[in-house]
């Protein structure tokens, strides 16, 4: 089982950076692939990145390549979006995504309660 807790979201203007982050419990969180998926109001929930157990594979939406990094500490438990130059259309509630099997995707097991991204023009 493992349970996941994002924070690190807010209201800021376009052009900013923020840092989201996502502590996961239990024992097996290093041998878990993570990610970041977000949701905007009335669309549907996208990928936006992830991470591979290792740390040492990466994947990013198109959307976000070049502004935003995720990285992974095994030691802390914790997975990191960094996301830079902010645009408006990265608005949205942000969600942390664990799997045990395989690359997160929608059909992952695993979720956090999401955290409100908000880019002001």
């Known amino acids: 089982q493992v349970q996941l807790v994002e924070s690190g979201g807010g209201l800021v203007q376009a052009g900013a950076s923020l840092r989201l982050s996502c502590a996961a419990s239990g024992r097996t969180f290093s041998s878990y692939s993570m990610g970041w998926f977000r949701q905007a109001p009335g669309k549907e929930r996208e990928f936006v990145a992830a991470i591979s157990w290792g740390g040492g594979s990466t994947r990013y939406a198109d959307s976000v390549k070049g502004r935003f990094t995720i990285s992974k500490d095994n030691a802390k438990r914790t997975v990191y979006l960094q996301m830079n130059s902010l645009k408006p259309e990265d608005t949205a509630v942000y969600y942390c995504?664990?799997?045990?099997?395989?690359?997160?995707?929608?059909?992952?097991?695993?979720w956090g309660q999401g955290t409100q991204v908000t880019v002001s023009s």
């Open positions: 995504a664990a799997d045990p099997t395989g690359w997160v995707s929608n059909k992952s097991t695993y």
